[in-house]
């Protein structure tokens, strides 16, 4: 805790008016983060980030070979902002697994580095798995310039009841299945790199804070964790598989095959502590803490 004494507007005065100092404290992990933010989505302001280091907009593309189609703002079925419902303010809604993408573009609003990349991906979800999701695989959200099986970064919960909520930081599909056979997801080689949870936290009614957080990756000693209401849930040490990206074509997927809500995205340029973590689970404004 740093701790900065200044004089205020209404400071106290005694008999002899004098100046009584008085003190206010800055979290530090506040202001680590506030300087760690590449981009900022409440949704209480429609659908584009509130703060974004790359473009701010949201797209909306019939597929994601059809870049040349992207559209600015929703243009999806079965999502909207949903006034008043959020863990704090509105919230993104998702009412059905339709056809399309949405996506902020990943360039400058991820940090992505070719030689040692870290970074940290924060969002609320509330839904429950077993009534809300149709059957199949679902990714709430998906960070790649390709697909899920070839440098990714995701979450998703797992096909069929009861479902399992697991992590996904997935290299380069030529380095870790170089002669693949059948659908990867079913794949064991694929399977062993997943951070799952059994009996996940999530309930109707209620909001569950989800960060990702990762370091190393290109290098021989990647790492990423999974945290969930401030707390590990697991972690993947010795991630040796390179991640390539083409950053003008990798993209922040919001949505895939989700139904429920989700609030206050936020992704940083590092690898979060557990204090980070824990300010960041525990801010009593959300993210506009951070920046007020």
Known sequence: MIVITGISCKTETTKNNTATPITKEINASETSLKNALTLYASFDNGVHADFALGDSLL????????????????????????????????????????????????????????????????????????????????????????????????????????????????????????????????????????????????????????????????????KAALYMNGELKGIRKDIKDPFTWDVEKSNIYLGLGYIGLMDELSIYNKHLSQEEITTLYTLEKGIHDLLD
Request: contains cysteine; charged residues 20%; glycine residues 8%.
């Open 59 to 222: 797209y909306s593309v019939p597929n994601r070979k059809a870049r040349d189609s992207a559209q600015i703002g929703l243009h999806k079925p079965g999502i909207r902002i949903s006034e008043g419902a959020g863990r704090y303010g509105d919230a993104l809604l998702f009412t059905e697994d339709s056809k399309g993408n949405i996506y902020y573009p990943s360039k400058n609003n991820i940090a992505y580095n070719t030689k040692n990349w870290e970074g940290a991906v924060s969002f609320w979800l509330s839904l429950d798995p077993a009534t809300d999701l149709d059957p199949g695989y679902c990714d709430p959200i998906q960070i790649t310039d390709v697909s899920y099986n070839d440098a990714s970064i995701w979450v998703d919960f797992t096909k069929e009841n009861p479902r399992d909520f697991r992590l996904g930081v997935i290299g380069d599909r030529t380095s870790w299945n170089p002669t693949p056979e059948g659908p990867d997801n079913e794949n064991p080689i694929f399977n062993k790199q997943l951070i799952p949870v059994s009996n996940p936290p999530f309930a109707k009614g209620t909001w569950t804070h989800i960060l990702i957080n990762y370091t190393g990756l290109n290098t021989d000693q990647g």
